[in-house]
């Protein structure tokens, strides 16, 4: 990795990236973090996402419908970019899934469709919304029913696959890191439903992921997907190896050999001017850029380095 770290360029960036470089880079104070986080509702990105809010309390055409401009991935968003836990906008849109989009069988199904209603939730979906909804503090009763049905679908080799009403029988890594996300936040909430179940789950996923080397075939020992290589933000519903990391660096995973490789790629990645480029988005239609494909970016940038301060340690890398 380049000596150069540009987190002086990084503080030039929107201010949600300068509230998580203060936090996870620098260790900054609780008042400059307090004073940087409620800037977000107010300028940037953070204040743009608002400002695309229905009166209705949706985004886009509802719960799910334009992808990315929907109400539920722009909380995902908001979430990830860091706004306030307390902002209202955000818990009204998040309290309406709850009173909206219940399914038959406990979890979250937005489709109006009765026989896709009947066919049962999306693991990916209620992973994302438990994360969502413990994020902002949405501690809706329904949250445990979320969390029953997620600890019941979890699979004999340690991860889950949306696809599981279909009859999959091996987990994706895809469902897989967005129930680890949703159960990661939710112990941050404090809440200790279900929490020994929840702990013996996650260790199960981590090393399921972990027997993958974050990328590779159980099988045959190929990259599953290439584009889990490829860095990419924001991740919406899909897994890649860098967003795997920043998983593992917040969960406190301890370093273990099967992750080198996909550290390594990451860092070859870097560039010449030290910092890390946007390489690849998810097809679909947008709010609004956050960074250019091809250019720096800063999102990847913080994201890499956060990681390898987590894994300073590691002589290889």
Avoid at 61 to 67: A, D, E, I, L
Wanted: hydrophobic share 40%; glycine share 6%.
């Amino acid at each position: 990795m380049s000596s150069t770290v540009p987190i002086e360029w990084l503080l030039k960036g929107d201010v949600s990236i300068q509230h998580q470089v203060h936090r996870d880079l620098l260790r900054s104070d609780a008042k400059i973090l307090l004073k940087l986080q409620n800037k977000i509702a107010k300028q940037g990105w953070g204040a743009r996402f608002l400002s695309k809010q229905r009166a209705d309390g949706h985004w886009g055409r509802g719960f799910y419908q334009p992808k990315w401009t929907s109400t539920h991935y722009t909380l995902l968003d908001l979430k990830n970019i860091g706004l306030p836990s307390t902002n209202e906008q955000a818990r009204k849109s998040t309290c309406m899934i709850f009173d909206q989009a219940i399914g038959p069988d406990g979890g979250i199904n937005y489709s109006n469709t009765p026989a896709t209603r009947r066919r049962g939730s999306d693991l990916c979906i209620d992973g994302m919304v438990l994360n969502i909804a413990s994020y902002f503090r949405v501690m809706h009763a329904q949250l445990k029913v979320i969390i029953n049905l997620l600890l019941s679908k979890q699979m004999k080799d340690g991860g889950w696959n949306c696809a599981w009403h279909y009859g999959a029988v091996h987990s994706s890594l895809h469902t897989t890191i967005s129930v680890l996300e949703g159960f990661l936040e939710y112990r941050n909430t404090g809440s200790n439903y279900q929490i020994e179940n929840i702990l013996k789950a996650e260790k199960k996923a981590v090393e399921f992921i972990l027997k993958h080397y974050l990328c590779k075939s159980h099988r045959t020992g190929e990259i599953i997907d290439a584009k889990m290589l490829m860095l990419s933000y924001p991740s919406r519903w899909r897994y890649d190896v860098l967003r795997a990391l920043d998983y593992l660096q917040f969960a406190e995973i301890k370093f273990d050999a099967r992750m080198r490789f996909a550290l390594e790629v990451i860092l070859k990645k870097q560039a010449q001017n030290g910092k890390w480029p946007l390489q690849m988005k998810h097809t679909g239609a947008v709010h609004f850029d956050m960074e250019k494909i091809g250019q720096s970016s800063r999102w990847n940038t913080l994201r890499v380095l956060r990681v390898m301060q987590f894994y300073s340690d590691i002589n290889a890398v």
